[in-house]
């Protein structure tokens, strides 16, 4: 008999659709109407759960499924799950590490860019006739901020953070970071404290890991970022003290922001969407189709390994 598996987000990948429907005897929560009746008839088959980074699972609907013995998350965070609660029953977590370090970064960058060079505020310029229309056409857009050179400051510096450090190395950035503690294998400068690192930072890029750690880009830390600097947030929204960010970009006491994650998505605050100072992304760092293909086989393959009796790669818990 095919193992009982439940899969918690959406994968858009055809193939990947395919080969878990193929495996597994696959059931889609989010397709699932009625789901007392769901969990009263399949609960107690359930041996693994497919989830998003983001999505994780609720400690409610652990509780309800007795026989888990995988969670396997489709993305590098496990913020929403509770790793505690997961370790106490001896269910393993893992996540597809590794997969998508390169996508995420390469948004990083695009954000800063497009924050600094108005590329998205140029874009929507030019598609709605202002340019054509304007008597003097470069009037009505500022001058943008150089991107190359910008003292960048990485909040994090995981595997990600250390792929836009090299990015952002390579536009002749002076790369500085703050973490736990320094690390030894890099060429950057650590900076223990992040609210010196905002302070000789033009721009600061959250790429920290969000299970222990919640706002603390805060109004100090947005203050001593100052006038013009920018925020880049590919991470988590909750790292960000969001009605804090909403405050600085409305007074202009931060020069604009690039952010793919927010604290209560797909939900975003309107004041963001009339502020041409911010580039705003629906998190999609990860979303192409060769990451989200690795990321499927690797969620493939966990299932596969924990079904066999052995240890999934990526294993977290
Ligand atoms: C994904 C993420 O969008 O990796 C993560 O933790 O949040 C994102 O890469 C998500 O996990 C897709 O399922």
Same mark, same amino acid.
């Given at each position: 008999m095919k193992p009982t598996v439940l899969q918690l987000s959406a994968i858009l990948i055809p193939s990947i659709r395919d080969a878990l429907a193929e495996r597994f005897d696959l059931h889609r929560w989010f397709e699932v109407q009625d789901k007392p009746a769901f969990l009263a008839e399949h609960a107690a088959r359930i041996r693994a759960v497919i989830t998003g980074g983001h999505t994780g699972i609720s400690r409610e609907l652990m509780e309800q499924l @007795? #026989? =888990?013995e995988l969670i396997t998350v489709n993305? &590098?965070?496990?913020? !929403?799950?509770?790793l505690a609660y997961a370790r106490d029953r001896g269910i393993q977590v893992c996540a597809t590490l590794g997969a998508l370090t390169e996508d995420v970064a390469d948004l990083a960058i695009g954000l800063l860019l497009s924050a600094c060079r108005g590329i998205a505020t140029s874009d929507r310029f030019v598609r709605s006739g202002q340019w054509a229309s304007s008597p003097t056409p470069l009037a009505p857009l500022p001058l943008a901020r150089q991107f190359s050179g910008m003292r960048i400051g990485i909040v994090g510096l995981g595997r990600v953070g250390r792929a836009v450090a090299v990015r952002a190395a390579a536009f002749g950035c002076p790369i500085a970071y703050t973490d736990l503690s320094a690390i030894n294998d890099v060429p950057y400068e650590f900076v223990p404290s992040l609210l010196a690192l905002a302070a000789r930072s033009d721009a600061l890029i959250v790429a920290a890991a969000a299970d222990q750690a919640e706002g603390i880009i805060d109004a100090a830390v947005l203050k001593a970022l100052g006038p013009e600097g920018y925020l880049i947030n590919i !991470?988590?929204?909750?790292? &960000?003290n969001e009605p804090d960010l909403l405050q600085a970009l409305a007074a202009g006491t931060i020069a604009g922001a690039g952010l793919?994650? %927010? !604290?209560? /998505? @797909? #939900? &975003? @605050?309107? !004041? =963001? %969407?009339? #502020? /041409?100072a911010v580039v705003l992304q629906p998190h999609r760092a990860s979303a192409t189709v060769q990451t989200r293909t690795r990321m499927g086989q690797m969620v493939i393959a966990s299932l596969d390994a924990v079904f066999a009796g052995q240890v999934p790669a990526g294993k977290v818990v």
């Open positions: @007795p #026989n =888990l993305g &590098v965070g496990t913020d !929403a799950v509770d !991470a988590r929204g909750k790292l &960000v793919d994650v %927010f !604290a209560a /998505e @797909p #939900n &975003v @605050p309107t !004041a =963001l %969407f009339a #502020n /041409e």
